[in-house]
């Protein structure tokens, strides 16, 4: 059959003496455009071979734009052009043509042009089929070899490099805030070199705290296309403050191609693969990653298996010989080696020593008590009284009496004096749970307490010294209830001295085994059973749920499943199917905001209910009791403009 060709030519003569050129040579012509919409139209109707092109046409749209849309159409292309203006070569050059002849040409070397583009698209063709065909082999033996996950996501990283080329990648769920598979980047430093960059090396390279890189955005609000921005389209994507920017301007990179693969979860998943080069990704590329994502999605899916039977394993070989799960030492009974998990260690560590308030937050569940606890046995007050206080247990006026005490015949039914928490935790550490919950009268009571240290029993006249250290934890968005006048902001202030937050179990579903092995031997023990494992697919099961009840929720399933189990193996264990959204108490949204976020979220709020003043009696910065100036200034620092004042 002939070879078809489209001629892009808007000078009718010159059309027609090619027309008849490449009949006689024994080709076949579907067309001819005089515009780029003209043949795009054609290239519709029917496929050419081949696209002869000339670079100025009818229209505002050049043959080089045709190009770019040949290229993703994978149609070899050859210009044919009398411009030999240098700025324009250039331009034609990066479009990768299969040939350029400059006008007027004779007609030998035209046909010796489509010759050579021939040859040329077709060594392309299979090259390309060869590359791929090599990556997919590469990819299945990835899975077999015994290697760590970041070691195989490096050799998955190199196998790309052949294919689509990077100067940084980042890969995995959201990249670097990695909930249970690492997401890890790699810097290119060499031919065949990588450098593994986790959260602690970003951190140190930027000189950014932990939580600053931790409260920015993923690198992109996953896509659920391959999409890549080449130069200027890149830079404008990275002007909001956003991991992506920080690589960009850390590592000097100007173009990016994401490419997301879907898990059979429907998790977002990655790879973000960056250059230095400001021209480094094509739309084929993005077509050659969506032929391979098939392949790309079952290594990483093999993968994924492969750490979760490790982490089984190795949990069943260590409770074997220790017969108990390890914790880090001064944090005995916390289970769990997350880097969030660490991260907390490393806080708590910092602070215990010391005698400052610490304000514990966290969801429901996810082991305040226990992290409070730990602060106490890590101070030096650790062999003086450990006191908590539920501060949602009981009403007011109660509360009031636990806390300081009260002198015989205070109230109606205090027929004893009473010694309160206060003076119980004297020398120790008084833990205030659910502190979010205290009524605002008694939150005057405590504020003065912590400021003046000294207390007054309820009925009583004297004041008593007190040498107390406060712990205080909540599940509340804290700085949602002063925004709403449920707490106060000079009390808030006062605790949030040092606040630790803990994450949620979802955000640390590596540590889900350790934990589970941990109250399994726990509960087994109690129960005097004998088990010795889990078996795989209860803890397949139990790293795919959500756990809004986070560790409390692991906890009581696993004590249940220990008494329902027959034999030495936990075979079964029946999840709730119907989620709860999760989230903080309350019902409220998932996301735990940062402070910043919620700093802005108030005074956005402050700011609405004055009608925007900043100055003056009853204005936003009286109300929020700082400085008009300072108020400014934040606005500024947290983007605050007046239209969403309004
Ligand atoms: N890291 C951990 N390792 C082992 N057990 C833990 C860990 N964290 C919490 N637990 C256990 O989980 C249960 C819940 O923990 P804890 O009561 O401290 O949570 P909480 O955040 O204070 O909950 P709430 O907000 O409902 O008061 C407890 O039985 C605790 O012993």
Redesign the pocket.
Known sequence: MKEQILIVEDQFVEAEYLRLLLEQAGYGITGIARSVLQAQEMIRDKKPDFVLLDIFLKGKQTGIDLAKLLAVDNIPFVYLSANSNEEVLNAAKATQPYGFLVKPFREKDLLVALEIARYRHAHSLEARYRKETEVRKLLKTIVSETATWTEKLLRIATALQSFIPFDFLAVGFDNIRDPFFKGRCFLRTGFDEYQMIGLHELATITGKSMEVLMALQPPNPVEEMAAFYNGVAFHNICRQPSLRKLFADTFQLHSHLEMPIKLMDRKPFSFCLFSRRPDAYTAEQVEQFERIQFSLMQTIENLMQEEIDEAARSLQRETKTTGRTK?EEGFE????KSHL?LNVFDHISQVAPTDTSVL?L????????????CIHNLSSRKEKPFVKL?CAALPATLIESELFGHEKGAFTGALDKRIGKFERADKGTLFL??VGEMPLELQVKLLRVLQEKEIERVGGRDTIKVDVRIIA???KNLEKEVAEGRFRLDLYYRLNIFPVI?PALRDRRE?IPA?AY??MNQYSHKAGKKLSGISENVLRKMMAYNWPG???E??HLIERSVLLTKGTVIEDMLLPTVEKKSGI?DGEDAAMKTIVENERDYIISVLKKCNGRIWGPGAAAEILNINPSTLKSKMKKLGIKKEYIK
């Open positions: 914790t009974g916390i289970v769990g998990l514990i966290g969801e429901s569940g996810t082991g305040k008590e226990k992290i409070a606890n539920n749970d659910e934890a909540t599940n803990l540590d934990l941990y109250f986070n560790i409390r692991l906890e108490a």
